[in-house]
């Protein structure tokens, strides 16, 4: 780290490897991603540890992982400037954690609405990852000494857990992490599905003709908006509670080429839904061709893709042992 970075606060993001990238992540989460990589010193994490809270296939887990690395940097994380990694490739996170367990209480972990959530909704694997789940996330975060972590409302009660881990560890011993703060990202929009437009464009599996993956050609980009749902009127207009579909379609076009919703708009206006369709899908095309022509390079060079990982690693691991090491002094490990 050199004095500039030194100056700069830190941030730690994590995402789940666990299924295709899609147009949401790229609008919701990218912006925000390249904004902080300008304003703070990085981390941006592949947690391949967290997926596994759920069955997930080993080959999909191995592709969803390379995948995802790849994505951060076509998208524009610059792994010279950030540290970007694979959590599975530095242990210093399962060792931490396990500490970190040892400070939650069984009643502070059973109160998190996630955990309530997730086993209502996978009644048949309620395992003991998926309760520790957020003490993994707090040793994400307080490895690195993450000031800031930029968090969706889903997350704001584990964040608060880190920081009730954090403190009491800190008043037991002595200052030894940072007490990380939630920001909320305020770039990019929130995208719905094209097939039902008050569904938020998620997984695939689930919705494939209402997802756009980054991986898709342009032909299925195509189709895939040209047959989003829209509405029975004709009258192309950005209106969220009578006209979900084509509001989510004007908000696609205007997020994809950067212009504010009225721009987008005026562009569409007495046009057909159908030239809104073609519009929205060609502005979307044009912008996922130059990054999957990167993503592809990065993805199918397995030797530069190999040393990327293990730059990304040593640097993590070099910030993540001095850290751990401090740990294990303070709790007595020999
Ligand atoms: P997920 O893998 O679903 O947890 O998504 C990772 C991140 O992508 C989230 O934290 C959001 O910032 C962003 N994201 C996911 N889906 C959408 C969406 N439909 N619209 C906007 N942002 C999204």
Same mark, same amino acid.
């Given at each position: ?15 789940k ?17 390249? @904004? ?10 592949v ?15 191995? +592709?969803y992982t390379l995948?995802?690395f ?10 010279? @400037? ?14 931490l ?5 040892c400070?939650?209480?069984y ?15 996978n ?16 040793a ?40 990380? +703060? ?5 770039l990019?929009?929130?995208?719905f ?83 809104? @369709? ?24 397995k +030797? ?10 040593d @640097?993590?691991?070099f ?7 401090k740990?294990?002094?303070k709790?007595?490990?020999?």
């Amino acid at each position: 780290m050199d004095n500039n970075q030194a100056q700069q606060k830190i941030v730690l993001s994590a995402m789940k490897p666990s299924g295709n990238l899609h147009l949401g992540n790229l609008i919701g989460a990218g912006k925000n991603w390249l @904004k902080m990589q300008e304003d703070y010193f990085c981390y941006y994490a592949v947690a391949d540890l967290h997926s596994i809270t759920e069955e997930i296939l080993t080959k999909d887990l191995r +592709e969803y992982t390379l995948d995802l690395f790849c994505w951060f940097m076509a998208i524009g994380i610059d792994p010279n @400037k950030s540290v970007l990694f694979v959590q599975s490739q530095v242990p210093h996170h399962a060792e931490l954690a396990w500490v970190l367990n040892c400070f939650t209480q069984y009643g502070e972990a059973r109160r998190m609405t996630q955990f309530k959530d997730k086993s209502l909704k996978n009644p048949d694997n309620i395992n003991l990852g998926l309760f520790s789940y957020p003490t993994l996330m707090a040793a994400d975060i307080l490895l690195y000494g993450a000031h800031y972590v930029p968090i969706g409302k889903d997350q704001k009660q584990h964040l608060e857990l880190a920081r009730t881990i954090a403190n009491r560890f800190n008043n037991r011993y002595s200052p030894t992490f940072v007490e990380p +703060e939630g920001i909320f990202p305020k770039l990019g929009a929130k995208i719905f599905s094209l097939s039902d437009p008050h569904k938020k464009m998620g997984k695939s599996e689930n919705d494939p003709k209402g997802v756009v993956l980054l991986k898709d050609d342009p032909a299925t980009v195509e189709r895939k908006f040209k047959s989003a749902v829209t509405d029975s009127e004709t009258e192309v207009k950005y209106n969220v509670a009578k006209k979900p579909g084509v509001s989510n379609l004007l908000v696609i076009y205007a997020e994809v080429l950067g212009l504010p919703i009225k721009t987008a708009e005026k562009h569409f206006e007495n046009k057909s839904y159908a030239e809104l @369709k073609e519009g929205v899908a060609k502005a979307v095309i044009d912008t996922l061709i130059p990054l999957q022509q990167k993503y592809n390079s990065f993805r199918a060079n397995k +030797e530069n893709l190999a040393e990327l990982l293990k730059q990304g690693s040593d @640097k993590a691991s070099f910030t993540a042992r001095k850290m751990l090491s401090k740990v294990y002094r303070k709790v007595g490990f020999v």
